[in-house]
């Protein structure tokens, strides 16, 4: 059996995060004691929301503890079971965390069919990222047909989803996402009609030629410019979800100037988190693998291989160096 | 038959608005033509919204035209009727404008009755002002009972509906006013556990000891420093309504300096025009009609004589130099 390779939080960033903020450890695999299960992980997911956690001002989740294994979410198979809801052999998903192994007693582990889907796929499309694509849009945004939906980090592993449920939904899609390359793949495969590239000189121009409608729908995943320039164009009676706010995890923070465009444009703000809403997670697993299932639900992913890799790997993904969804291939 | 004594906008205010913006005008009163109502004026309600109509940025409304009747709310006795809905010595509410008189199409004009509640009320509680209470008490934040509802401007004439309407749905209603006259009123007659003095140099300190559970629903009338201390004490899956923000009508903007409250707290905010909700007034009407028939709901009033001096009312109006619902009698 081999050891465990384990990265751990060695101390907290001060600014921006660096792999130096992390060690690798080896640890031995230990065996299942009375009800747990030991699994072999084959994919880390890495998440804009890990960049909260490493620093320890109170938020939604509780700060990564220093000198533990980094959290995270994790697919794999099932090595040795004492817990009868599992057997040697089953594709799982969980919060398995940035290490080869670990042992669960079973809760927050679901067994999986990997054989429909991919097994990366449900830390993607059919895990959490598309979890909190379909409820930001259909529970806070819940577009009607013909409307203006606007997705910031449109081709990331949230965004990617939001663009192919609002077309699906007959909103039209609006993307923006920086760089030529992200915006082509949002306009040609996941459903937005245009895509605006956030680091063009003409940004604000192209926004406004973008958006002859206004919006109203935002799924705000970035904040920053982004942000402010789809606020510009905000109808009255829109919707905002706030998703994430990634220029923001290491930048300048993302602020509202004037509380009176609540009033001029009387539209809603609302800030959600996907795992406050754990019982609507199988009716938005059970659409999203049917669209997956059909082939009317596409994705990307950016693989790097190795855990040791991880700690880097977060911090490309929070400069936006990933290409949908960003994933850790643990050998 | 008297002149029509009329206050018009004569030019737009710069900064702060004063008197001189208005001037006073006499035309003869016209006969009613075909299908048209004459009303001769009892009263005239101020609000903060006119504010915001005398300039000429976007809004929801259309800016006040300049060298026209100034509008507003008027309740008064039809005097002759062409019109089949109406008859002379009704009582009726509408948006008669700044003027001793108005001719009417029937539009927007409503019969109500004057022996069951005082004939201003319509201007007051069982009318716009109650039916925004009504509105954004119910329809945004929707108290549970047991939970803190936060109202600023708690004694004025939305803000003391908010505070009776949250204590009947079994909220704890916590109110933000000026002085301690105000204060004491809130507490003792409006339905508050307490009410907290803005302009105490000891604010920040005495909202903290009114609210040792936070806050789940936020009535926002004012903005500014009422606004930031209630913010600071936001409890998850809090709701915001934004009605007004007079404090920022002539002062510095209200801003949210940090957008990843929303991502923390998990909460809605959102603005609101009770104008939007025309099909939901019936309903309100009903219910604040029946509180003060049952005297479950009381107010107060300022009332100033005569229509010369609406400009002067409405200068105080937007300093809270008014108590309760701020009136012009007309004679």
Redesign the interface.
């Known amino acids: 059996m081999a050891a465990n390779l384990q990265v751990l939080l060695d101390h907290r960033p001060t600014a921006k995060v660096s792999p130096a903020n992390f060690r690798v450890a080896e640890t031995p695999v230990q065996a299942p004691g009375p009800g747990q299960v030991l699994v072999r992980h084959k994919f880390l997911s890495l998440d804009p929301y890990m960049r909260?956690r490493l620093s320890d001002a109170?938020?939604?989740a509780e700060p990564q503890e220093v000198g533990a294994v980094m959290g995270g979410g994790t697919v794999g198979i099932v090595e040795a079971s004492n817990n009868p809801r599992f057997k040697a052999g089953d594709a799982v998903v969980g919060m398995g965390g940035w290490q080869r192994y670990a042992l669960s007693d079973g809760r927050g582990l679901n067994v999986i069919d990997a054989k429909a889907v991919p097994i990366q796929a449900y830390l993607g499309p059919v895990g959490m990222p598309g979890v909190t694509a379909w409820y930001g849009l259909n529970k806070v945004i819940a577009p009607k047909a013909g409307e203006t939906v606007v997705v910031s980090a449109a081709t990331g592993a949230v965004g990617s989803v939001v663009g192919q449920l609002a077309k699906h939904a007959g909103a039209r899609a609006v993307g923006i996402a920086g760089g030529p390359e992200k915006c082509a793949y949002a306009a040609q495969e996941l459903g937005y009609v245009v895509c605006v590239d956030h680091k063009s000189p003409h940004f604000a121009e192209e926004m406004k030629a973008a958006l002859p409608n206004g919006v109203d729908g935002l799924f705000e995943n970035v904040?920053g410019e982004p942000?402010a320039q789809a606020m510009r164009r905000l109808n009255?009676?829109a919707r905002v979800a706030?998703?994430?706010?990634i220029a923001?995890y290491e930048g300048a923070?993302?602020?509202?100037?004037?509380?009176?465009?609540?009033?001029?444009?009387?539209?809603?703000?609302?800030?959600?988190?996907v795992s406050?809403h754990l019982s609507l997670w199988p009716e938005a697993i059970g659409e999203l693998a049917g669209l997956v299932g059909a082939g009317r639900l596409t994705w990307r992913e950016t693989i790097r291989d190795g855990l040791e890799n991880a700690p880097q790997a977060l911090v490309d993904l929070l400069h936006g160096e990933n290409f949908g969804k960003m994933l850790i291939r643990i050998d």
Chains 1, 2 share one sequence.
Do not use: A
């Open positions: 909260g109170k938020s939604y904040g942000f009255n009676f706030v998703c994430g706010l923001s923070p993302t602020g509202l100037p004037d509380m009176r465009i609540f009033l001029v444009k009387r539209f809603k703000m609302e800030g959600f988190i406050d």
